[in-house]
């Protein structure tokens, strides 16, 4: 009996930070570092780094698209900079979101150029960009501000 009430009782705490719109608790500030981190090595290894040295499976795939090296050399320095971006924490915000448009640019290009193959691969990808993008909200908005003349 101790056991469920004990575990309303740490739901209840975990969730009230958010509800009183406190820093997220220690465990999704880990998670959410976690995050940028995996999905920064994969933009920038799995991802940028075969554009840009121009591996041959990457040159099929913008042959095939039509768009000439020089938009693979941008793709790859585009998706760097998202994932140098993902590591700043005050930078986390804006480059999941941009890496989200970037994404649903590679999805409609799946769709019409290369006739759907693979197509559902960015959603795979967006889905942990919107948690950075969103637990990160408060840092854009403070990028996006203003600032006052002196």
């Known amino acids: 009996m101790t056991n469920t009430s004990a575990g309303a009782t740490a739901t209840v705490s975990a969730t ?18 976690t995050l940028r981190v995996l999905l920064a090595l994969f933009f920038a290894l799995a991802s940028a780094a ?5 591996v041959s499976d990457a040159t099929v795939v913008f042959d095939a698209v039509g768009a000439g090296r020089w938009f693979m050399y941008l793709t790859g320095l585009v998706e760097l900079a998202g994932a140098v ?24 290009t799946q769709l019409t150029a290369m006739h759907g193959e693979n197509a559902g691969t960015p959603f795979f990808f967006m889905a942990p960009l919107a948690v950075v993008a969103w ?7 403070a990028l996006l501000r203003p600032r006052p003349r002196r």
């Open 16 to 33: 009230a930070p958010a509800a009183t719109g406190q820093r997220p608790g220690k465990a999704l500030r880990w998670t959410v570092r």
């Open 50 to 54: 075969p554009k840009l040295l121009a």
């Open 85 to 108: 971006g993902l590591l700043l924490p005050r930078l986390a915000g804006p480059a999941a979101t941009a890496l989200i448009a970037f994404l649903f640019c590679a999805f409609a």
């Open 135 to 141: 637990t990160h909200r408060a840092e854009t908005a």
